[in-house]
């Protein structure tokens, strides 16, 4: 896939920047966007700008309109495109419904959610223009079967994997699809500091018996933005070792 | 550019972009509604003609308020393409 541009949001860690990585590694120019981590930015850029390869980072918020949108303007400035999206950027803010702050509620909505109707409003006209396009949406577990303490990000998930199926009926016509990928608990950052109790538990409801990695996660993206799963749309796959 | 000239190279435009091959440009009435009667052409269209116009004349028609306004007919169109090109 040469001369393509993928943007990644919150492409500088975890599933972000291994999805980044695998890009790089099929010679497509990849921007990982990030919010505010500025140290892990830079060992990403390190890390993925090498040798022949074309890896930026890029600033800004997803959560808002006007940096989402200076953000994919100043990527088709620089390159003339963007070929595929990989909404990624995520947060939770975990709590029991009941108890939860309001704005625990509404910054989950406004970043996984509103954060992807930003960014894929924003690709469509250069997609639209190219004819060709993929715009691949990292959804959850949540999104699929709920889970306690999650209220907020299994709507927000579950919103998003609505819009994949809607937004792939509007613009399958031009070239473009949209998908979805739900990992389920993958090895990061953030599992290394759970513990072992939390650990124990998510493990005996995996029936492959092992958290999954970063790369696995990737290469169903990778697979999605290839232009042999061009007839695949409104879709989501699950990598997930069977929890759901 | 004349309104005129401007609506025959928008005719073009709307045959080409939206790949009309059985569409003569004086099938293409002036003052008729551009989309969901006479050429048959669906909301979804209407995006592949938005991104040929915004490309060819640096016009912007940010949403479908503008969108209404700006395709209530060719003729309308020819107007907003003269108010707002670069």
New interface residues.
């Given amino acids: 896939m040469p001369d393509r541009v993928a943007l990644v949001t919150g492409g500088t860690k975890g599933i972000g920047k291994a999805i980044a990585r695998s890009l790089v590694s099929k010679g497509i120019r990849v921007f990982m966007n990030y919010a505010s981590d500025d140290k892990s930015a830079e060992e990403a850029l390190n890390e993925l700008n090498t040798g022949g390869n074309y890896a930026r980072t890029i600033k800004a918020d997803v959560s808002d309109q006007q940096q989402v949108n200076e953000m994919i303007d100043g990527i088709v400035r620089e390159t003339g495109r963007i070929d595929i999206l990989v909404n990624n950027a995520g947060i939770i803010k975990d709590g029991l419904l009941m108890l939860m702050p309001d704005s625990n509620w509404h910054r989950v909505i406004e970043v996984n959610l509103n954060g992807v109707y930003y960014t894929s409003r924003a690709v469509?006209?250069t997609m639209?223009?190219s004819r060709w396009g993929r715009i691949i949406n990292i959804i959850s577990p949540s999104a699929l079967l709920g889970r306690a303490g999650q209220t907020n990000y299994s709507a927000a998930k579950g919103g998003v994997l609505s819009f994949t199926k809607s937004l792939a009926r509007?613009s399958a016509?031009?070239g473009i699809t949209v998908n979805a990928v739900s990992p389920g608990v993958i090895a990061t950052g953030l599992t290394r500091y759970m513990d072992e109790r939390v650990k124990t538990e998510f493990l005996s409801m995996i029936p492959a018996g092992r958290f999954g990695t970063p790369e696995e996660v990737a290469h169903a993206v990778l697979f999605l933005a290839s232009d042999e799963a061009a007839y695949i749309t409104g879709e989501y796959i699950s990598v997930d070792g069977g929890l759901t | 550019m004349e309104k005129e000239t401007l609506i025959e190279e928008l005719k073009a435009l709307i045959i080409k972009s939206l790949k009309l091959e059985d569409v003569l440009p004086s099938d293409i009435d002036p003052a008729a509604p551009l989309f969901g009667s006479g050429l048959g052409l669906d909301s979804i269209d209407a995006l592949e003609l938005v991104v040929a116009l915004e490309k060819t004349y640096g016009i912007r028609i940010p949403d479908e308020d503008v969108g209404k306004e700006a395709f209530a007919s060719l003729s309308a169109l020819a107007g907003y393409v003269i108010k707002n090109k670069k």
């Fill in positions: 469509l006209r639209i223009g509007e016509r031009f």
